[in-house]
């Protein structure tokens, strides 16, 4: 019998594990992606801040002029000088991320895209997507010439009620054909929550930001309506806007009703910044039945022959769509397709054209058709 040498064994063993886990922890370590941030100015930064500090992305730069902004989150985040950058071209001559971020106004999203695209490199846009349908087709033109993904993040899209309510619909069929779709969308005001005041100067801009309730909390209804009618463009679109609060919000609306017109069924946009809290929800009545989103984890049922309606708590989403960067992980790999997605550039490319018609129809007083 040939002689086994038990402590050189065991010493291998234990190189062999040493080795795995160091290979594991490298492979850990190269699935963080590296992004560059585009501008500081949108509040949803701190999201990407936050996930900086659990140690779940790299940020390999930034790109923002204003040296307030610069100040603040070099000191929140513990960045050093090196990551800052005053504009982006600069910065991608130096650094080459997996993806941008674009975290500015919404009309200087096409700015991002025509320095990002001719580089090969990916972006993703916090909604909507553009401030005209001008500005989106000619990112969606430079997208599709460079063979780049150009995605827009909406915070709704990584709820579990959503995605369980759309599988309920789609897949299991729970409700029937959809008849209504309505989504009441905002808050008190962006000024009444206490948003920054570099985020307040271009959010109430109607230049910058393309209008006001009705592009920020219009596009959310406008996304999730367009995946549930699988990307097909409505026959019309007529839209009230307010200013109910003119002292506070002189430039733009602050308050928006959409109607949304499909062949069978119709979808209404509830907007505002004058809800007496915040809320994002979706109500969807079906022939048999009805499915309400209440919240990120909550649906709430009824059937066409139950007297009440059922509470459940949605079930978790799937990591690839548990939240943006998970998501853009998995697109960035080939291991998702956006297709006809909330994130899609096809979803928010009619986004876009939604909103520019309710717009229209706002200020002319009259239905637009599609």
């Given at each position: ?294 919240n990120a984890n909550t649906l709430r049922t009824k059937t066409s022959n139950s007297n009440n309606y059922t509470l459940v708590t949605a079930k978790p989403l799937a990591k690839a769509y548990s939240s943006h960067l998970d998501y853009l992980s998995a697109v960035l790999k080939g291991g998702v397709k956006p297709g006809k997605d909330l994130s899609s550039l096809e979803n928010n ?22």
């Open positions: 019998m040939q002689h086994i040498n038990f402590k050189k064994l065991y010493l291998s063993v234990g190189l062999i594990a040493i080795a795995t886990f160091s290979t594991s922890l490298s492979i850990h370590a190269q699935a963080k992606l590296n992004v560059v941030l585009a501008g500081l100015s949108h509040d949803h930064v701190n999201l990407i801040m936050n996930s900086y500090a659990k140690g779940e992305v790299n940020i390999i730069g930034i790109a923002e002029e204003n040296q307030v902004l610069v100040k603040r989150f070099k000191e929140r985040a513990k960045l050093p000088d090196s990551v800052f950058f005053t504009n982006l071209t600069d910065l991608l001559k130096v650094r080459k991320p997996d993806v941008v971020l674009a975290f500015n106004a919404i009309e200087d999203h096409l700015a991002v895209v025509e320095v990002a695209a001719p580089l090969g490199i990916s972006v993703m846009v916090e909604k909507p997507l553009a401030v005209s349908v001008k500005h989106a087709e000619r990112m969606a033109q430079l997208a599709r010439q460079y063979n780049i993904h150009l995605l827009t993040n909406y915070e709704t899209t990584w709820y579990d009620s959503n995605q369980e309510a759309y599988t309920r619909f789609k897949n299991d069929k729970a409700i029937g054909d959809i008849r209504k779709m309505v989504f009441h969308d905002g808050h008190q005001g962006p000024k009444e929550i206490g948003v920054s005041k570099e985020f307040l100067s271009w959010l109430t801009d109607p230049k910058k930001n393309g209008g006001g309730a009705i592009i920020d909390f219009g596009c959310y209804g406008a996304n999730m309506m367009t995946w549930l009618m699988d990307g097909a463009m409505p026959i019309s679109v007529t839209a009230i806007t307010k200013r109910i609060k003119p002292d506070v919000y002189p430039k733009v609306d602050d308050d928006a009703t959409i109607l949304v017109e499909y062949p069978n069924a119709t979808g209404i946009i509830e907007a505002s910044w004058n809800w007496p809290f915040n809320i994002k929800d979706m109500e969807l009545f079906g022939q048999s039945g009805y499915i309400q989103a209440v490319l009619i986004v876009v054209r939604i909103l520019e018609a309710a717009k229209q129809s706002a200020k002319s007083g009259k239905k637009i058709m599609l």
